[in-house]
């Protein structure tokens, strides 16, 4: 059996200290700064979301194609100039070398529909669940309705001749 | 495109028709000798699997042969083969365009048929075995006419040519390929065997007690062949690629992890139904849904739709696959519909908190990743057939939403393994859970200590320490109380499995948030330093054969080890294929490629260094997913095989 000191150990006020350790802890990391970005580093993450145009699918990051190369070239002197955030030289890309570049769809008009349609089934399948869950309780406390009740009464009503008897 | 050539192509093509004959009586054999109850009929079944399997065989071992005699009267050798073709990847050659690669899917298709109807011979009279068997058949007579017809390898090429190209680059520059295809193929192709034992199911109307742990072992066995050719698959884009990552959400890939999610959230439902007798139908939709996925995938990336780094060239085999999963789809919801009723089960699950509830949460999420996803792989098709516009969907849009996932996945894995059947109490849960938890904050204090930065990161590490602590916990409970033995069984195995699966989820995560790279150009003589390691340019060496010239730079890491990034182009495809060089170490890889334009001549060369955190964990996470499936899928100690599981549950223990 578990000691009393345990008991207390793994009550709540100690789950929310834990908690709020956790939270402490996260926050710092996610707040404090990962050192200065290099130049190759944003030139990772913009060609990250650029598409080669030639190639089927893959990133400019990814590919070797002489295509990607060039829009690689081009990011990595937007980068060196300084002169642009990483958003702005996805724009600049995309106007310069026009056709499609952009990795990730955008959140509007039919496009949207790869953002909405995910939620929309993570809350469907959630609802459904929920759902489902109330009808399994449902079910569970239907078992002692009067009708069931008279039922069993008068069932065990019959029962008790029998059991004189004996 | 039907007529043959050669020796090897008129006998390969006339042992595809023998297997094609072997399957459809071997179809019509299972379906009358089942509905007759005819013995007779039904011995015949396995001998016609046989007969499938020798001509497969025979198929195959002819393909083999023209491709080692390179004889170029066939069209597919004059794709892929080649005299300068080294013997390995003229081997392995069969398989690398589309023709191959369904021929090898016929081989595995006709050994697992083969083997199902061996093994299970002598209860073939029952008729949920004999309905599977049909299903198999069915399937194989389906591949037997892509072979004969709209892939056919053996078809003529044109006269006169005395050699070709050989295979794809890539699939020629590394021992993976001959590993990493047909294990993944036995994964998708396995998916058939539970898939049939569902149809025989629906069919009979009933589940045979026993077939319930027999499917679910077949399900987990190509769920382990899945998973394994998908690690194999990353660590080969890992080694070959050159730009250090092992997975780009390209259609190919998605196409082997959306049957893999699904397949996963059968082999937990699974294991309500063998405790509680629920869940009956769902999972028969699951096991469904997986291998009709598996032929949508191959569709998808098959048929030329799609395009990706693993597409082969188009052919006419799409509308053969779209009608067959067309078929399979209105099948199965046809007979869920006409039989489902039948299978429901009369319990319910008492409580949300309980682990047939976190179980469901399972199936939810990933039920939900499969539907992200195949939505993101057929997304360009719809905008394409709406808007006459094209559109990519890449690696970023998959990271936003399989990051949220694969967390809440994390959080269902710190909880679910201490969660009782049926109902679950605070106090419990604040008691089991409470030594896995600190094994979270342990995590993250580690974590900031080495200076891990950034809330998606952290979470990781924080809920994999959380998570790998309750999957200890468990095991450690079971090892005492059984001493080894604890280490064997699904629950157990599962564990096993899970603390793989966080390693790799810890790995991912640090080596996608935290890698760094920086182009250097190196000169002779004069050692760079990057990350906190020092480069020295040694020579390039070059090497001239019939089919590549290839040129390494010899780089001296950290004054020790020698490696060499190469770039090779190769003489019959023009293509530039740049091979990396990593320095693996616990802590993370050194990544080395060499960046073009490469002249020799000089002294100085341009490598580009990616510095990886953990990436050896994904190999030993991967490395112990396959231990602990191996694990999970011997029977443990609780309970015989043969002893009845899905009989209906008292009711009383619920009021």
Redesign the interface.
């Known amino acids: 059996m578990m000691s009393a000191l345990s008991k207390k150990l793994k009550a709540w006020p100690v789950w929310m200290l834990m908690g709020i350790l956790v939270v402490a802890l996260l926050a710092v990391g996610a707040g404090r700064q990962s050192g200065p970005l290099t130049q190759e580093d944003r030139i990772d993450n913009v060609t990250q979301r650029l598409a080669c145009p030639t190639c089927d699918g893959e990133s400019v990051y990814v590919s070797q194609a002489p295509a990607s190369q060039n829009i690689r070239n081009e990011v990595a002197r937007q980068v060196a100039s300084g002169q642009r955030t990483d958003d702005e030289i996805v724009a600049f890309i995309e106007s310069s070398f026009g056709g499609q570049v952009l990795l990730v769809p955008r959140a509007t008009g039919l496009d949207a529909l790869i953002w909405v349609l995910p939620i929309a089934v993570l809350v469907c399948c959630t609802a459904g669940l929920a759902l489902t869950f109330r009808r399994w309780k449902r079910e569970q406390g239907g078992q002692a309705s009067d009708a069931d009740r008279a039922l069993v009464a008068q069932l065990l009503e019959l029962d008790t001749d029998p059991t004189d008897s004996l | 495109m039907l007529a043959v050539a050669g020796v090897s192509g008129s006998l390969g093509r006339a042992a595809l028709l023998v297997g094609l004959v072997g399957a459809v009586f071997g179809m019509f054999a299972s379906v009358m000798g089942t509905r007759q109850h005819d013995e007779k009929v039904l011995r015949l079944v396995p001998r016609f699997a046989t007969l499938c399997v020798i001509a497969t065989v025979g198929a195959f071992v002819c393909m083999e042969y023209a491709m080692i005699t390179r004889d170029f009267s066939l069209a597919y050798i004059q794709k892929v083969g080649s005299k300068s073709t080294p013997a390995l990847y003229n081997f392995t050659a069969v398989w690398s365009a589309l023709e191959g690669s369904i021929l090898m899917w016929m081989l595995i298709l006709a050994v697992c048929t083969v083997i199902i109807a061996w093994k299970y011979r002598n209860r073939l009279i029952d008729p949920l075995v004999g309905w599977a068997m049909a299903t198999m058949f069915f399937v194989c007579t389906f591949f037997f006419i892509l072979t004969l017809g709209p892939a056919n390898p053996f078809g003529k090429g044109a006269a006169g040519v005395l050699d070709g190209p050989g295979p794809n680059p890539l699939l020629q520059n590394h021992i993976l390929v001959l590993f990493h295809p047909p294990i993944l193929y036995v994964g998708y192709v396995g998916m058939t065997i539970p898939f049939a034992f569902a149809i025989g199911a629906l069919i009979t109307g009933r589940l045979g007690e026993g077939w319930l742990l027999e499917t679910r072992r077949w399900a987990l066995f190509s769920w382990g062949f899945l998973t394994f050719g998908i690690i194999l698959g990353g660590w080969w884009s890992y080694e070959v690629?050159?730009?250090s990552?092992v997975w780009?959400w390209?259609?190919v890939e998605n196409a082997s992890f959306i049957p893999w999610l699904t397949g996963t959230a059968y082999i937990h439902s699974v294991l309500v139904q063998e405790r509680r007798g629920m869940l009956r139908v769902w999972n028969l939709s699951l096991l469904i849904a997986t291998f009709s996925l598996t032929i949508l995938g191959t569709f998808l990336t098959r048929s030329g739709v799609?395009?990706?780094?693993h597409?082969f060239s188009d052919s006419d085999i799409g509308p053969y696959l779209l009608t067959f999963f067309g078929v399979i789809v209105l099948v199965s919801v046809g007979l869920i519909g006409w039989r489902g009723e039948k299978l429901r089960s009369p319990g319910?699950?008492?409580s949300?908190i309980s682990r047939e509830?976190a179980f469901?949460?399972n199936n939810?999420l990933f039920?939900?990743f499969a539907?992200?996803v195949l939505?993101?792989t057929v997304?360009p098709l719809?905008?394409e057939a709406?808007?006459n516009r094209?559109?990519?969907?890449?690696?970023?849009?998959f990271d936003?939403?399989a990051t949220p996932i694969g967390i809440t996945l994390l959080v269902l894995m710190c909880i679910a393994p201490v969660l009782p059947w049926r109902k679950a109490s605070g106090e419990l849960l604040?008691?089991r859970l409470?030594w896995p938890?600190?094994a979270?904050?342990a995590a993250?204090?580690m974590?900031?200590g080495v200076g891990?930065?950034?809330?998606a990161p952290?979470?990781t590490f924080?809920l994999g320490g959380f998570a790998a602590g309750a999957a200890l916990r468990q095991l450690a409970l079971a090892t005492r109380r059984q001493g080894l033995r604890g280490l064997v069984g699904r629950a157990n195995g599962g564990m096993v499995v899970h603390i793989g699966v966080i390693i790799i989820a810890v790995a991912l995560a640090a080596s996608n948030s935290y890698?760094?790279?920086?182009?250097i150009t190196l000169t002779v003589g004069k050692p760079a330093q990057y990350g906190g390691h020092s480069f020295e340019f040694v020579r390039f060496v070059e090497e001239k054969d019939d089919r590549r010239i290839s040129v390494k730079a010899e780089i001296i890491v950290d004054g020790g080890g020698t490696y060499a990034p190469a770039i090779q182009k190769f003489t019959n495809m023009g293509q530039?294929i740049?091979t990396p060089s990593v320095k693996s170490m616990f802590t993370k890889d050194i990544y080395l490629t060499l960046q073009p334009p490469v002249k020799v001549s000089t002294d100085t060369a341009k490598i580009k260094v990616f510095i990886k955190p953990l990436m050896m964990w994904l190999w030993i996470g991967g490395g112990l997913m396959g231990v602990g499936t191996v694990l999970a899928a011997f029977p443990g100690s609780r309970r015989k095989p043969t002893d009845p599981v899905s009989a209906p549950i008292a009711?009383e223990a619920?009021?």
């Open positions: 690629l050159g730009w990552g780009a390209d259609p799609l395009n990706s780094v597409a319910t699950i008492d949300p509830g469901l949460a939810v039920g939900v539907f992200v939505l993101g997304f719809i905008v709406l808007q094209q559109l990519i969907v890449g690696e970023p849009f936003q939403l604040r008691q409470f938890a600190w979270g904050i993250v204090v974590s900031l891990a930065v950034g809330l952290l979470l924080t890698t760094r790279s920086q182009e530039n740049g009711q619920s009021v």
